[in-house]
Every structure is written in structure tokens, then in C-alpha cells.
């Protein structure tokens, strides 16, 4: 089964605007991270956000925040007041509990965000 | 500056040869992954190690081999290339289990 679902495989977005990319997850663990990485056309790929399951409150990371919503096991990335720059390949991804588990992530299919001047 | 490097970033081989593709990072994090990614999708996740001479298989780590001898290096090996391991590799580490990965710029590898 599926263990991070991506649904957007696109999207679009005004320049300016805020854009929420969505994330559901499915773990049996109490214990386990989010995180959501880019991927410009370039290739690479960059941290963004970070959100720990025992974290009270919702992860910032400048124009970037993650909508926890533990009960619904939904972690959705916003990106707020959207550049330019933000036209990328977006993936969520999920360390499971465990120190088996030990930075070992599983990653989602992505979604690609253009944005529009 | 500390950072992942990954060589070659390209590479064409045919099938059924012996491929290598280095990963070195000077982060001197334990914890080190190798993924592919094909078009269109996210990573899978091929082999990891949280040490030296750790390693452990992924979930895609048929016909792939690591070795970790240093804390440096997590070299991947293709014993005998096939068409369905075009793809292109990341390599990424990471300091802990709640951090996150850093990831190399990747090697496109075309099998023929």
C-alpha cells in the first residue's frame, strides 16, 4: 500500500498568490517525520520543512508552512505569496518510528507547481 | 563548505556490464542512501547504511550492491546492467533520523 499519497499531480498558481500542495500518509508508528523537498528543473533536490509527529505546532520555515493534521494523517505543504522560483516538482516524503527507521524516508510521486506571472 | 558529490553525472553503459557510481560527502554523517528516481515519479530508495560497514537493502535493491568502508563513500554497484536500471541515482546523507537528507546532484545512467 501506498504509504505517501500525492493526488495534485499538477498545479497551478498566480504569482503572489498562496498555493496548498497536498500530502496524506499512512504509518501504523506514534513516532515519525514529514518532510517536503523541491525539485527545480535543475534537478536537485532541497529540504524545505521539516514536521516531527510529536510537534504541537505547526512547522514555518519562511514563506513555507505544513498544515499537520495528525488525525488525518495529512501534511500539506503552503507556499505562500508564490515567486516565480517556485515553478518546481514538489515531494512530500516520511521517515517511519524506530531507529531501524533511522532517516530512512519514503518518498511520495510528487507534484509539479507552475506558477504564473 | 561541506557537501555530497556525486561521479560520473552522466553515464552511458550497455547491458550486462559492471557499473559504478561514487558518492562522497564531507558532512561526516553516518547515516548515507542511495535512491532512483524515474520520469515522472518520486525516489525509491535502493540500499542504505548508518555506518561503516553497515548496509542495508531498500525496497529496489535487486541487482544493486553497496559497500561502506569509510565514513565518506557509499560507492553503488550494478553487477550486470539492465534497460530497467536507466533511471537517474541519488545519493543523499543525513546527521540523524529527524534531520534532513542532503542529496548529491544526481547521475543520469542510460543502459542500451
Known amino acids: 500500500a501506498q504509504k505517501i499519497t500525492q493526488t495534485q499531480p499538477g498545479m497551478f498558481v498566480q504569482e503572489k498568490e498562496a498555493v496548498t500542495l497536498d500530502c496524506t500518509y499512512d504509518?501504523?508508528?506514534?513516532?515519525?517525520?514529514l518532510f517536503w523537498y523541491k525539485q527545480p528543473s535543475s534537478g536537485e533536490m532541497i529540504f524545505l520543512i521539516y514536521q516531527g509527529s510529536y510537534d504541537e505546532q505547526n512547522a514555518t520555515e519562511g514563506r513555507y508552512s505544513l498544515n499537520f493534521q495528525k488525525a488525518r494523517k495529512s501534511a500539506n505543504l503552503v507556499i505562500s505569496a508564490s515567486q516565480l522560483g517556485d515553478s518546481a516538482m514538489y515531494f512530500c516524503?516520511?521517515?517511519?518510528?524506530?531507529?531501524?527507521?533511522?532517516?530512512?524516508?519514503?518518498f511520495g510521486d510528487g507534484t509539479t507547481l507552475t506558477v504564473k506571472p | 563548505d561541506a557537501e555530497i558529490t556525486q561521479s560520473p553525472r552522466h553515464k552511458i553503459t550497455e547491458t550486462g556490464r559492471q557499473v559504478t557510481l561514487a558518492c562522497h560527502q564531507t558532512?561526516?554523517?553516518?547515516?548515507m542512501f542511495w535512491y532512483r528516481q524515474d520520469l515522472g515519479h518520486g525516489l525509491r530508495l535502493i540500499h542504505y547504511s548508518y555506518g561503516v560497514q553497515d548496509t542495508n537493502k531498500g525496497e529496489v535493491s535487486d541487482g544493486y550492491s553497496v559497500s561502506r568502508s569509510n565514513t565518506e563513500d557509499l560507492p553503488l554497484t550494478l553487477e550486470s546492467a539492465a534497460s530497467s536500471q536507466t533511471s537517474v541515482y541519488f545519493c543523499?546523507?543525513?546527521?540523524?533520523?529527524?534531520?534532513?537528507?542532503?542529496f548529491g546532484p544526481g547521475t543520469r545512467l542510460t543502459v542500451t
Open positions: 504509518t501504523s508508528d506514534q513516532s515519525y517525520g
Open positions: 558532512w561526516n554523517h553516518n547515516n
Open positions: 543523499a546523507s543525513s546527521e540523524a533520523q529527524d534531520y534532513e537528507q542532503y
Open positions: 516524503a516520511m521517515r517511519e518510528g524506530g531507529n531501524t527507521n533511522a532517516g530512512k524516508s519514503t
